[in-house]
T-cell receptor
């Protein structure tokens, strides 16, 4: 039973380029969460999605960042016109049912480096 | 805003000893708490969770204690092993259940 999968594991972009991060939740999980982690810090919530719906995007920057979880395929976190401050580890988590009171299981993360 | 914080940033422990990691939370409405272990270059790994209607829960070599009166959470690791070396995060689930709020993390270093 595969866990949460993320790709790519490492991504290097130059300033101004676009970054696309993918997340496939655990089998049977319909809720996806994205978090960002800076070195030596805890994870910060960005967005919570269900299939075809954004439920909570209170942690998403207002510009350049977007997320989707289509009916078919993985969830995508998209960062347009990346800047050096976007360099971080981005983690996806999934849970099986109602987001409340359900354990979130994390993927291995995508480490984004902006040059 | 509400936050979850830890008292000790780094904990050094002798192999075989017990480890205790502490965490304070500030959102009295939180009712679900999780401990995660994160090894270098990896994602957070679920260790154990506890709901607010409990004050203690045990797993394999780990015990979580919850004191709602003082809003304090702790993780006890029995007979700490080299493989336990990692950063440990406590996290609380908000009352809407949509997101986890993480503490800053405690690094545990196990000395042979």
């Amino acid at each position: 039973n595969a866990g949460v999968m993320q790709n790519p594991r490492h991504l290097v972009r130059r300033r101004g380029q676009e970054a696309r991060l993918r997340c496939s939740p655990m089998k049977g999980h319909s809720h996806v969460y994205w978090y960002r982690q800076l070195p030596e810090e805890g994870l910060k919530f960005m967005v919570y999605l269900q299939k075809e719906n954004i439920i909570d995007e209170s942690g998403m920057p207002k510009e350049r960042f977007s997320a989707e979880f289509p009916k078919e395929g993985p969830s995508i976190l998209r960062i347009q016109q990346v800047v050096r401050g976007d360099s971080a580890a981005y983690f996806c988590a999934s849970s099986p049912n109602n987001g409340g009171q359900e354990t979130q299981y994390f993927g291995p993360g995508t480490r984004l480096l902006v040059l | 805003g509400e936050s979850v914080g830890l008292h000790l940033p780094t904990l050094s422990v002798q192999e075989g000893d017990n480890s205790i990691i502490n965490c304070a939370y500030s959102n009295s409405a939180s009712d679900y708490f999780i401990w995660y272990k994160q090894e270098s270059g990896k994602g957070p790994q679920f260790i154990i969770d506890i709901r607010s209607n409990m004050d203690k829960r045990q797993g394999q070599r780990v015990t979580v204690l919850l004191n709602k009166t003082v809003k304090h959470l702790s993780l006890q690791i029995a007979a700490t092993q080299p493989g336990d070396s990692a950063v440990y995060f406590c996290a609380e689930n908000d009352d809407a259940g949509n997101k986890l709020t993480f503490g800053g993390g405690t690094r545990v270093l196990v000395k042979p």
